[in-house]
């Protein structure tokens, strides 16, 4: 089990906005990062707390709020769709934890 | 541009030990204050951090794994690796090796392996 969860799935029409949440105690006290990962592929950095990774386009952006991450696609694209997973330290700040994943698909 | 590359045997046999490497580019493993870290995840699955380790030579370990996991670095070849010992089928996964940069509130991996399939299978 994670001390970070996540929506299994989630879909969105091409060009709206779809938010992915990430909840877990740890998430008062510390910042969440959010990776893309396409099929096949390693994951790709997103957001780390409210900034971007380098390179990533500004329809990504997060945002936090008591034991909530999220991570909003404003005017989601095709290339989009993918596995969306949150991580952060637990809640003794000992360890790193990943949530269980959300599935993006665009419609 | 940093680049990491994972290696080592695709097949292990259960109970033996997995033995990975994570050869580092484009950066000095010994300089920074980074840590490098080794994740998996399992077909169809999640990812699962296994743990990291900084050039200084200290460790953090996930509490599940922690009693099989050893994580070591050499500084001389830009390297580090990681051991698993009895493993089981349940470990069979991609490995992924990447750098963790702890920024005060926020922790986050920024440079990924392409990850390795390692399946246990006799």
């Known amino acids: 089990s994670s001390e970070l969860t996540q929506d299994p799935a989630v879909s969105v029409a091409l060009g709206q906005t779809v938010r992915i949440t990430c909840q877990g105690d740890s998430l008062r006290k510390y910042y969440a990062s959010w990776y893309q990962q396409k099929p096949g592929q390693a994951p790709v950095l997103v957001i780390y707390g409210k900034n971007k990774a380098s390179g990533i386009p500004d329809r990504f952006s997060g945002s936090s709020s008591g034991n909530t991450a999220s991570l909003t696609i404003t005017g989601a694209q095709a290339e989009d769709e993918g596995d969306y997973y949150c991580?952060?330290?637990?809640?003794?700040?000992?360890?790193?934890?990943f949530g269980g994943g959300t599935k993006v698909t665009v419609l | 541009q940093l680049v990491l590359q994972e290696s080592g045997p695709g097949l292990v046999r259960p109970s033996e030990t997995l033995s990975l490497t994570c050869t580092v580019s484009?950066?000095?493993?010994?300089?920074?204050?980074?840590?490098w870290g080794w994740i998996r995840q399992p077909p169809g699955k999640g990812l699962e951090w296994i743990g990291n380790i900084h050039s200084s030579g200290s460790t953090q370990y996930n509490t599940s794994l922690k009693s099989r996991v050893t994580i070591s670095v050499d500084t001389s070849k830009n390297q580090f690796s990681l051991e698993l010992s009895s493993v089981t089928a349940a470990d069979t996964a991609v490995y992924y090796c990447?750098?963790?940069?702890?920024?005060?509130?926020?922790?986050?991996?920024?440079?990924w392996g392409q990850g390795t399939l390692v399946t246990v299978s006799s």
């Open positions: 990447a750098r963790l940069v702890d920024i005060l509130s926020t922790i986050l991996f920024d440079f």
């Open positions: 991580n952060s330290r637990d809640s003794s700040g000992d360890h790193v934890v």
């Open positions: 484009g950066a000095s493993i010994s300089r920074g204050n980074w840590y």
